[in-house]
Every structure is written in structure tokens, then in C-alpha cells.
């Protein structure tokens, strides 16, 4: 199974905080998004491992542009 | 009363037209970024057009009634529900204890929805207002935004007749994605600081409105270097947006910095060395708060003052309007 973040806000990657392999928690913080010039923190609603990531720094986003693939159990 | 069980992005308590008279002392004047839909909500509710409402930006936050009342949200449509149920816009609707008011994200035009309640909302006044001013960290609830657990206490008010009103459908404000502002020349702009390319670019470009935007400011896409009458900014500094500091136009200015203009709105900056170069008009300051960052665009119509003055007018008069709400 597979989960994907999305971009909850449109704005800037501020950063990514998880690598690739990595094991993390559901409500764990995955990215952060720079938008009204305040950092949004996107956590994912489930706890996986990272497979994929999408976005880079500065890279611009729409609500709902993909970020992070997580493999959920 | 209302309790705040998930706070989101951005909600305040915000009035209208927020704390005037201090921008000689620094205070920006804060107050709701769309006027008009906040305005329109306590009128529908029947409160004084500029009592407080709470000012939700962006959306994704939840509130849970603790007080039978009557409410109605207006502005962006968030698809708020009130207990599982979907909740129309800019209508009054009868809520009771434990009732959950859940608001998802602002959708594809606008981007603040305005939660009004009935008696409005019972912050102390600052200096006049119940906004929060959220740079200065004074007014409204604790001079910040809500978050959880926060319980906003509200005026009781006789809420015999109120729920079911709502606005006349002629009188719907019109959203989209490109925003028509009518703007004025403002003190710096042709022929000293702006060239007569410049203007017409200002007042004939579409400009995307940034990420960075927000209560104080909303930058926009960069103007070419043909928009400077100037080398420089003499004595205000290196580049020609500088100028010796003075006092900003504000609401509404359109300030430039380096190439980037932007728009200085509710928390904005109330002077500085950079030139203003066009003022958007009082009527059309509400569309500047629907704009969704990263996404939508504004588009300055030049209008004369006379035309501002109009337009203020009747935006007064429509606003006691007789046929405004239905019952």
C-alpha cells in the first residue's frame, strides 16, 4: 500500500525533513511548506517508510501537489 | 461562547474598520482583510456591520459550540459543515451546545472565510477595536491567532427572528481568480519616479500574487527595469524604489521594493524608504484579502479619485440597502 503527501497549502518547500528509508510515525512532520511567510508543518496520517520524494527546496506547490510516498503496511 | 478545537491555519478576531488613528504613532490599523464579506455576515446576523468576527484564513480548522446562537459564515467557501451536515454561506443558521462547526479549505476562488455570531464577539477593545494586529501582538483574542482549546466568549444577544436571514443573491459578492482592483496614482509614481511604460504595465498586467503573502503585505510579481524614471534613488538610496523614508499610503498602497510590488494592506508597514506608486481604492480593498497566495492574480484598473469617492459612496449604500437580507 502506498501514501501519499499532499500539499495542504499552496507556497515554497521550506525543507524536507525525512530521507528515503526512512521509518516514521503516523502525525510525524515530513516537510514543511514557506506560504503567508510562515512555515507550515505536513504531517502524514500514516506511519509508513519513505519510497519516494517529489518536491525539492523551493520548489513551488499547489493544494494537493504531491510530495512524499510513504509504503504503509 | 465558541471553543476552538483545532485552530489551522490562520483564525482572528477582526472588526471594522479596524484601529484608526494611530498610524502616525506606527500602529497599522488592522482589521478584516475582506471588509466586505465580514461586514455582510453581521448584518445578516444583525449586528452593527464592523462588530468582530473571526477571520479564517486558508481554513482547516474545527470549533465546537458552547452556546446556543445563531451564526453565518461568509466569504470563501470553505464547505463548512455543522455536525456532519453541510452549512450554507451567507445565510443565518440556528446553532446549539456541542454543535461541531468544521471547516475544510478554501476552495477554487477566495481565500478567508468570516465566522459571524450573533451579539458578536466579546474581546476588550484596544484603542478602539477588537482586531488583532497580529505583527504587534495586540487586540482581539491575546493579540494572536486562536488555537486549540482557546474559548472565545461571545455577547448574548435576543436571537428572536435572526436565523433564516440572508442575503439577497443580487447583492453576492463576485469571486474568481484574477482580481480587478481599482487603484489610484499614488504619490510616487509618473513622471519623477515611474515612467510612463511603467504605469501602463502597472495598470495593464496581470501580476501573480507571491507565496509571501500575507495580513501585512501581498507581494507581487516583479515589474521590468523599464518601470524606473530614476537611476537611482539619490539621497534614499541605490536603487530607484528607495526614496528618503516617509509615511505610506495605507490601506491599499501599492509599495515597490527593488522590482517587487506590493500590496500594504491590514498589518502593513505604516512608513518606510520605499516609493508607493499607486493606492488601491477603499471599495475594492476586500478583493486583496480573497486572493489566494501562490495562485491567484490581481490586475490594477486605473480609476480617479472622484471614481474612489464614488465607489465608497455606494459601497455605503448598499450596505443599507433595504432589500440587503431576506427574511
Known amino acids: ?73 | 461562547m465558541i471553543k476552538v478545537l483545532n485552530g489551522g491555519i490562520e483564525v482572528l478576531v477582526e472588526d471594522w474598520p479596524g484601529r484608526l488613528g494611530y498610524m502616525g504613532l506606527g500602529m497599522a490599523a488592522a482589521g478584516a482583510m475582506d471588509n466586505l464579506a465580514l461586514q455582510l455576515g453581521n448584518l445578516i446576523v444583525g449586528n452593527g456591520a464592523g462588530e468582530a468576527g473571526l477571520e479564517i484564513a486558508g481554513g482547516y480548522c474545527d470549533f465546537e459550540i458552547t452556546e446556543d446562537g445563531v451564526i453565518a459564515v461568509t466569504g470563501s467557501d470553505m464547505s463548512p459543515t455543522l455536525g456532519g451536515e453541510g452549512l450554507p454561506l451567507w445565510q443565518a443558521v440556528s446553532v446549539k451546545t456541542g454543535d461541531t462547526l468544521h471547516f475544510s479549505h478554501f476552495g477554487d476562488a477566495g481565500f478567508r472565510s468570516y465566522l459571524c455570531i450573533a451579539g458578536g464577539i466579546d474581546v476588550p477593545e484596544y484603542l478602539g477595536s477588537k482586531s488583532t494586529c497580529l505583527f504587534g501582538s495586540y487586540g482581539g483574542f491575546e493579540g494572536r491567532k486562536l488555537a486549540k482549546d482557546d474559548v472565545v466568549k461571545t455577547v448574548r444577544k435576543n436571537l428572536a427572528g435572526i436565523a433564516g436571514r440572508k442575503l439577497n443573491p443580487k447583492y453576492l459578492p463576485e469571486y474568481g481568480n484574477e482580481w480587478e482592483l481599482r487603484a489610484i496614482p499614488g504619490p510616487n509614481s509618473v513622471p519623477d519616479y515611474v515612467t510612463e511604460e511603467g504605469m501602463d504595465y502597472l495598470f495593464g498586467t496581470p501580476m501573480k500574487i507571491s507565496h509571501n503573502a500575507n495580513r501585512a503585505a501581498y507581494r507581487l510579481q516583479e515589474v521590468p527595469a523599464s518601470f524606473w524614471a530614476r537611476e537611482d534613488g539619490g539621497k534614499g538610496g541605490s536603487h530607484p524604489s528607495n526614496i528618503v523614508d516617509h509615511g505610506y499610503n495605507m490601506r491599499g498602497a501599492v509599495n515597490v521594493t527593488g522590482n517587487t510590488p506590493s500590496l500594504l494592506i491590514a498589518d502593513g508597514p505604516t512608513l518606510g524608504g520605499f516609493v508607493c506608486v499607486a493606492n488601491v481604492i477603499n471599495a475594492d480593498l476586500w478583493k486583496i484579502g480573497q486572493g489566494i497566495p501562490a495562485r491567484d492574480k490581481v490586475k490594477l484598473k486605473l480609476v480617479t479619485v472622484e471614481d474612489a469617492i464614488q465607489a465608497r459612496k455606494e459601497r455605503a449604500e448598499m450596505l443599507k440597502a433595504e432589500d440587503l437580507i431576506l427574511c
Not at chain 1, 4 to 29: F, S
Not at chain 1, 30 to 36: D, G, K, Q, S
Not at chain 1, 38 to 48: L, R, V
Request: charged fraction near 30%; proline fraction near 3%.
Open chain 1, 1 to 73: 500500500m502506498e501514501y501519499t503527501l499532499k500539499a495542504h497549502m499552496p507556497g515554497l518547500v521550506a525543507r524536507v525533513v525525512v530521507e528515503i528509508g526512512e521509518k516514521v510515525e503516523e502525525g510525524q512532520e515530513l516537510a514543511v511548506i514557506n506560504c503567508m511567510k510562515t512555515e507550515m508543518s505536513c504531517k502524514t496520517d500514516k506511519a509508513g517508510v519513505v519510497k519516494e520524494i517529489l518536491v525539492a527546496e523551493w520548489d513551488e506547490m499547489d493544494v494537493g501537489t504531491p510530495m512524499i510516498v510513504l509504503e504503509t503496511a
